[in-house]
T-cell receptor
Framework: NAGVTQTPKFQVLKTGQSMTLQCAQD?????MSWYRQDPGMGLRLIHY???????DQGEVPNGYNVSRSTTEDFPLRLLSAAPSQTSVYFC??????????????FGPGTRLTVL | KQEVTQIPAALSVPEGENLVLNCSFT??????LQWFRQDPGKGLTSLLL?????REQTSGRLNASLDKSSGRSTLYIAASQPGDSATYLC????????????FGKGTHLIIQP
């Protein structure tokens, strides 16, 4: 049971480039989400999904797209990277959002630098 | 809007001491509270999850309490060890998927050998 996995671990982009951060979980969790962690800001929710085919915006969605074609995978796309997107990105999953009773599990993170 | 505060921001104690980390939140209408550990350059490891109906949870040397009415939680670490050195994050879930978890900024803990 690998839990939540993320690739790549590190990435350097130039302004304007695009890329996809991959996230996968093998726990059959319905709920998946993306956070970014910035110094002095804590973790903030970017996008989330309550199940395959369903996604919605979190607190800081601008500049990011997501899709959820399968239960296992929840990729995060940066269409045109900006220096303000330099951050550490974490993917998380939990069994469901029902009542908010479920423990959330986090991946190891992707450290992104945009030059 | 929910806000989570963690005090102190940093703490350094000798090995073997018992210690308490504090977490406070502004809106008491939460579903649960979760404590995480984050090692430098690593992801978040879940330590304890307390549901809103619970008062405390224990795991090994860790004990987390929740006083929802006063908007407070504490993480008690018994007999601290150098391996406990990490940043400890508190997060609350207040309902509504768009909000996700609201995190504090963490307490950076150093246990001196």
């Amino acid at each position: 049971n690998a839990g939540v996995t993320q690739t790549p671990k590190f990435q350097v982009l130039k302004t304007g480039q695009s890329m996809t951060l991959q996230c996968a979980q093998d726990m059959n969790h319905e709920y998946m989400s993306w956070y970014r962690q910035d110094p002095g800001m804590g973790l903030r929710l970017i996008h989330y999904s309550v199940g395959a085919g369903i996604t919605d915006q979190g607190e800081v969605p601008n500049g990011y797209n997501v899709s959820r074609s399968t239960t296992e995978d929840f990729p995060l796309r940066l269409l045109s990277a900006a220096p303000s997107q330099t951050s550490v990105y974490f993917c998380a999953s939990s069994e469901s959002l029902a009542g908010g009773y479920d423990e959330q599990f986090f991946g190891p993170g992707t450290r992104l630098t945009v030059l | 809007k929910q806000e989570v505060t963690q005090i102190p921001a940093a703490l350094s104690v000798p090995e073997g001491e018992n210690l308490v980390l504090n977490c406070s939140f502004t809106d008491s209408a939460i579903y649960n509270l979760q404590w995480f550990r984050q090692d430098p350059g690593k992801g978040l490891t879940s330590l304890l999850l307390i549901q809103s109906s619970q008062r405390e949870q224990t795991s090994g040397r860790l004990n987390a309490s929740l006083d929802k009415s006063s908007g407070r939680s504490t993480l008690y670490i018994a007999a601290s060890q150098p391996g406990d050195s990490a940043t400890y994050l508190c997060a609350v879930y207040s309902g509504g998927g768009a909000d996700g978890l609201t995190f504090g900024k963490g307490t950076h803990l150093i246990i001196q050998p």
